[in-house]
Nanobody, 123 residues
Framework: QVQLVESGGGLVQAGGSLRLSCAAS????????MGWYRQAPGKQRELVAI?????????HYADPVLGRFDIFRDIAKNTVYLQMDSLKPEDTAVYYC???????????????WGQGTQVTVSS
């Protein structure tokens, strides 16, 4: 079992910045990949960014956030961060931390989710 606790959401004006944090606990060695997803009202949950949690660092970003968001990890703190810069109103959503546990690169894994944190960008 893995538990995820998020923090750092809030209200910001367009062009501003926010940093989200996600602290993992429980069966840490079982985590392959961690990342962030978001869900806007009336829309499906979508990938924002993911990062490998062990070994060499590898990241992937969704096109809408490429160049504006940065995902990084602190292995010693079992924490993943999402630095969000140049925020736009269309970034408004509930942001969820995600951990992929098991054999992610072989397609045999389980998803664990945080409780979500609201990010609101005003125009």
């Amino acid at each position: 079992q893995v538990q995820l606790v998020e923090s750092g959401g809030g209200l910001v004006q367009a062009g501003g910045s926010l940093r989200l944090s996600c602290a993992a606990s429980g069966n840490i060695p079982s985590i392959n990949v961690m990342g962030w997803y978001r869900q806007a009202p009336g829309k499906q949950r979508e990938l924002v960014a993911i990062i490998t949690f062990t070994g060499s660092k590898s990241t992937h970003y969704a096109d809408p956030v490429l160049g504006r968001f940065d995902i990084f990890r602190d292995i010693a703190k079992n924490t993943v961060y999402l630095q969000m810069d140049s925020l736009k109103p269309e970034d408004t959503a509930v942001y969820y931390c995600n951990a992929k546990v098991g054999q992610y690169f072989r397609g045999a894994y389980s998803d664990y989710w945080g409780q979500g944190t609201q990010v609101t960008v005003s125009s």
